[in-house]
């Protein structure tokens, strides 16, 4: 992969993405269809949260480089691929263009706005402030992961019933930053994360009850405004009886096997995307 792409870390930015238009499409709750007024919203909104986390990867990088010569030391700014100066310029500019592209869906649902504003405080309060303090920078980057789906839900006028996805998102989230710190705490010289805190098995602890609340908030829309014997309910509780249980493997063997850990909470993630999809042809 080219090292810019690495640096911005692609992978996420596609999620972030999908996760926007996901959202959008929840909250209008009439499947894959809509005016094109609603799609240039949406679309808009999804790419500035493409480029506000690109920005945000970027700084983190910016700001984790001793760290990353322990724990990564194949990124992009740890071997050179990528100076130091041309990353600040990158990730300057993708925070501008993504706030350039929410500006004319600002003007239609000022809420929008509000968590933009929200979103950017959170990203540099992190990387300035609460990164070093351990489960309070890990909530940050959790609740971040939940606004996504709220952006998108706001940018089709209706962020409300993104409520309980955004709420499973932010706990899933929180679990697997949990579990990063555990992997990453030989090389975290500098911060003070739970894991180095509290120990592998209690920070795993936190990590298995933050999956448990999540599978719990997953039956909040069958009991709010999705019907269980729908089409749309049905296939919901199939992909999110399907994400439970891959979440439910991905903090069994907490605290061995981390980086394995890691990827069935990618798993997870991604199938859970699905069933929230389902949603929107309710």
């Given amino acids: 992969m080219h090292p810019a792409l690495r640096l911005v870390r ?106 933009l504003a929200a979103a950017l405080a959170g990203m540099l309060a992190y990387e300035f402030r609460l990164k070093a303090a351990g489960l309070s920078g890990n909530a940050i980057v959790a609740a971040l992961t939940g606004l996504v789906f709220l952006y998108g839900g706001a940018a089709a006028g209706n962020a409300l019933v993104l409520a309980p996805f955004a709420a499973m998102a932010f706990f899933a989230t929180l679990s697997r930053e949990v579990v990063k710190d555990m992997e990453d705490v030989e090389g975290d010289r500098s911060r003070a994360t739970l894991p180095k805190r509290r120990g592998l098995p209690f920070a795993g602890g936190v990590a298995r009850g933050a999956v448990a609340v999540a599978i719990v908030l997953s039956v909040v829309p069958v009991l709010w405004f999705v019907a269980a014997g729908s089409l749309a309910g049905i296939i919901y509780l199939g992909l999110v009886g399907a994400a439970d249980v891959v979440f439910v493997v991905s903090v069994a063997y907490l605290p061995g096997r981390l980086h394995w850990e890691q990827t069935m909470s990618k798993v997870a993630m991604t199938v859970a995307l699905f069933a929230f999809l389902a949603v929107a042809f309710r």
């Fill in 10 to 115: 692609a992978g996420n930015l596609a999620v972030s993405f999908v996760g926007t238009i996901v959202g959008g499409l929840v909250a209008r709750g009439i499947g894959l269809t809509g005016s094109s007024e609603f799609w240039a919203y949406v679309l808009l909104a999804a790419g500035s949260t493409a480029l506000v986390t690109a920005g945000g990867n970027v700084l983190n990088d910016l700001e984790d480089i001793e760290e990353d010569r322990v724990n990564h030391p194949d990124r992009p700014l740890v071997t050179g691929a990528i100076s130091v100066r041309g990353a600040r310029i990158v990730a300057v500019g993708l925070f501008v263009g993504g706030i350039e592209l929410a500006l004319p869906v600002i003007l239609v649902y000022p809420l929008v706005g509000v968590m």
